[in-house]
Each structure stands twice: as structure tokens, then as C-alpha cells.
């Protein structure tokens, strides 16, 4: 029994080994233009998934989806947001189409199933190894929750915060003359 043991301890010792080996010589592809492992991927959307879960639990939006706030909301996402997510006409900028992890044109695929304070923590923390910046130092908490609010709703504005949203530019970059 003893050897049956001793040879499980070294056949992983063998397989961290190698593991490390691996990383020194860069055998993990690192590069922005190559497409991440269905491991590497199920391995990074579990933990995402287990920490939002965690860190939003009790977790409410402290202000009221009025008019005003839902604008402030749209001007936000205009200023910081729209260059990697999109605008009204979800057009991709040239910005977010260099992105490794694509990042998702909200007026195409929108985020109004997630709740307010997942969003929120998402603009207040980013998303290790992709292109989603934390925001928390440098963003009043009130502006992401007012953003993560006009998320929530995109599919269902007032007809004036609509008419606000429709004024962003499109985040694509104009055609090279």
C-alpha cells in the first residue's frame, strides 16, 4: 500500500513539474491573437461567476431609476464606456476589435438580464485578464450605479433618456479617406 501511495505523490510531483517547466518556456500561449482553452476558459468564467456571486450578495443600487439619473447614466457610458462597448448603432471601434476577449457591443447583447449590482461590481473591479478596467478609483460610485442602471433598462427607456442614448456617437472609427 505504501508504494501505491508513494507513486500517486510522485506521478503529481512529476505533473507540477512539468507544469512548471512548461511555463518557464512559455509553452502557454500568451499572445492577444490566440484563442484561449476551453480550460482556461471554463477555469476563468467559474471563478468570475463565484466571485460576482459572492461580492454582490446584499448588494443594492442606492439610488432611484429616475429620468435624470438614467441620463447621467447614458452620458457615463458615453464618456468611458463606448469606445470598447459600443453605441446605439453597435458598431464595433476599432479599439474593441483588438480586444483578446471580445468585449460585448451592449446595444447588441446587452446586459439588462444581469442584475444592477453585477454590473456594478463588473465597472467597479474590471475583469482580470481582459480589457475591462476597474473603474473604482477613478469613477464616483453613484456614476457606475448610474450607468449599471441604464444598462439594466437599455430595451426599455423613457422616451427621453432614449432620445439621449441616440445622441451618443458611434464608437466605430470613421473610414480612412
Known amino acids: 500500500m505504501r508504494g501505491f501511495v508513494n507513486g500517486i505523490v510522485f506521478t503529481v510531483a512529476l505533473l507540477a513539474a512539468a507544469a512548471y517547466v512548461g511555463v518557464l518556456e512559455g509553452l502557454l500561449p500568451s499572445g492577444a491573437d490566440v484563442k484561449a482553452s476551453q480550460v482556461e476558459r471554463w477555469a476563468a468564467n467559474t471563478s468570475l461567476r463565484a466571485t460576482i456571486d459572492r461580492e454582490t450578495k446584499g448588494l443594492a443600487n442606492p439610488l432611484t431609476a429616475t429620468d435624470a439619473n438614467l441620463i447621467d447614466g447614458v452620458h457615463a457610458y458615453a464618456t468611458r464606456c463606448a469606445v470598447c462597448h459600443g453605441a446605439v448603432d453597435g458598431a464595433e471601434s476599432d479599439i474593441a476589435k483588438g480586444f483578446y476577449i471580445r468585449a460585448p457591443q451592449l446595444a447588441q447583447h446587452g446586459v439588462e438580464d444581469d442584475p444592477e449590482s453585477e454590473t456594478f461590481w463588473k465597472i467597479e473591479h474590471g475583469i482580470r485578464f481582459t480589457a475591462m478596467p476597474a473603474f473604482g478609483s477613478t469613477m464616483q460610485a453613484d456614476d457606475a450605479w448610474k450607468v449599471a442602471m441604464f444598462l439594466k433598462r437599455m ?10 442614448w441616440k445622441k451618443v456617437p458611434s464608437a466605430a472609427s470613421p473610414p480612412v479617406k
Open 155 to 164: 430595451d426599455t427607456l423613457p422616451a427621453g433618456v432614449e432620445a439621449e
